[in-house]
T-cell receptor, first 113, second 113 residues
């Protein structure tokens, strides 16, 4: 079993709709959770992080964390063609500076005009 | 803030030669930097954790004598791929820690012929 799992996609979403991305992790002791966006041929860009159960909103993005279910999700509202990218979920065992991240395989999102 | 640069952005070298990649934190000091490798259509694989003033910590399966890491200052870490072979061709990406978050450099695409 992989430590961090994501559906590889592609997740096809009409422009203006909500894209819902899911991530599960195996280590119940995980403390920090991150979502990165990676465009083809580019390096990852941090878009959200969450540490506590519940929802965290930042603009069109909402991260949701459920530690009991070992599940973290990312919602992208009003999806735009520029949101087409691979979204990487990353998890850390600790909430401290210099912590190591474990990445999922990524979900490819395609937003169609 | 939290800008990380890498140099070079791409490099082509002949088999058997060595290549050095630089990673710099431009507007902050990074006690910890990380080096990743990404093959096409795959997720990020952590190679090593680089701590300023101490030896790097390598992930299982990564040859420390082949991938030399030096974290000489709080703003610079280098990765040297020694005696490169075609199978070392990949996208090498560094990241630097700012608190609990990691910010990535733009990556270096290495092609070994």
């Amino acid at each position: 079993q992989k430590e961090v799992e994501q559906n590889s996609g592609p997740l096809s979403v009409p422009e203006g709709a909500i894209a819902s991305l899911n991530c599960t992790y195996s280590d119940r002791g995980s403390q920090s959770f991150f979502w990165y966006r990676q465009y083809s041929g580019k390096s990852p860009e941090l878009i959200m992080f969450i540490y506590s159960n519940g929802d965290k909103e930042d603009g069109r993005f909402t991260a949701q964390l459920n530690k009991a279910s070992q599940y973290v999700s990312l919602l992208i509202r009003d999806s735009q063609p520029s949101d087409s990218a691979t979204y990487l979920c990353a998890v850390s065992l600790i909430k401290a500076a210099g912590n190591k991240l474990t990445f999922g395989g990524g979900t490819r999102v395609l937003v169609k005009p | 803030g939290a800008v990380v640069s890498q140099h070079p952005s791409w490099v082509i070298c002949k088999s058997g030669t060595s290549v050095k990649i630089e990673c710099r934190s431009l507007d902050f000091q990074a006690t910890t930097m990380f080096w990743y490798r990404q093959f096409p259509k795959q997720s990020l694989m952590l190679m090593a954790t680089s701590n300023e003033g101490s030896k790097a910590t390598y992930e299982q399966g990564v040859e420390k004598d082949k991938f030399l890491i030096n974290h000489a200052s709080l703003t610079l870490s280098t990765l040297t791929v020694t005696s490169a072979h075609p199978e070392d061709s990949s996208f090498y990406i560094c990241s630097a820690s700012v608190g609990t978050e990691q910010y990535f450099g733009p990556g270096t695409r290495l092609t070994v012929t």
